[in-house]
């Protein structure tokens, strides 16, 4: 079936790092993929998506490129900031019933 | 306008008593779905529902019982509430029309079973 993994966490990272958050998906198909991220508290708010192969999604200084040769979508940020900390899910989304299915989150921590 | 609200936001209950959890979204969405989060953050569907029709049930057990009046809410009745119960359940919505399946969630209910 239809899966995702990503990395375990947390990542903790000081303010102006690097971020890089492995995705890898297994789903028959061309399944859309997304990166979710969901603040203390919060509820998951969309982050940024990609719908085919090559495609590249973007938001905030988020990027994640849809690898179909490496099943891969991971998450880039060339400088976090303390307000990046939060818990951030990659999901794919199934296409004959379009559920997403979920990573099981990775947490991200920077610190000033 | 809080475009998926669901309340309440927190519940704490005896296990073996019955409640219900709602969701309404204001976006004109045709899906609605209902997620369970876990104490490891992990997330997993349970429910979706398609203009009021169900469409997704997964392995849920039969205590759960989503109910939806029309398509812009779906409720979630729990009957007999066990320990296990306990995590953040999420309401989340979207549309195959435009943005092919974006879910937009709501702030989720923190349900504790004592």
């Known amino acids: 079936g239809n899966s995702v993994t990503q990395m375990e966490g947390p990542v903790t990272l000081s303010e102006e790092a690097f971020l890089t958050i492995n995705c890898t998906y297994t789903a028959t198909g061309y399944p859309s993929l997304f990166w979710y991220v969901q603040y203390p508290g919060e509820g998951l708010q969309l982050l940024l998506k990609?719908?085919?192969?090559?495609d590249k999604g973007s938001n905030k200084g988020f990027e994640a490129t849809y690898r179909k040769e490496t099943t891969s979508f991971h998450l880039e940020k060339g400088s976090v900031q303390v307000s990046d900390s939060a818990v951030y899910f990659c999901a794919l989304s199934d296409q004959n019933t379009d559920k997403l299915i979920f990573g099981t989150g990775t947490r991200l921590q920077v610190f000033p | 306008d809080t475009a998926v609200s669901q309340t309440p936001k927190y519940l704490v209950t005896q296990m073996g008593n019955d409640k219900s959890i709602k969701c309404e979204q204001n976006l004109g969405h045709d899906t609605m779905y209902w997620y369970k989060q876990d104490s490891k953050k992990f997330l997993k569907i349970m429910f979706s529902y398609n203009n009021k029709e169900l469409i997704i049930n997964e392995t849920v057990p039969n205590r759960f019982s989503p109910k939806s009046p029309d398509k812009a809410h779906l409720n979630l009745h729990i009957n007999s509430l066990e320990l296990g119960d306990s995590a953040v359940y999420f309401c989340?919505?979207?549309?195959?029309?435009?943005?092919?399946?974006?879910?937009?969630f709501g702030a989720g209910t923190r349900l504790s079973v004592l």
């Open positions: 989340a919505s979207s549309t195959r029309t435009v943005a092919k399946n974006i879910q937009y």
């Open positions: 990609a719908t085919k192969a090559d």
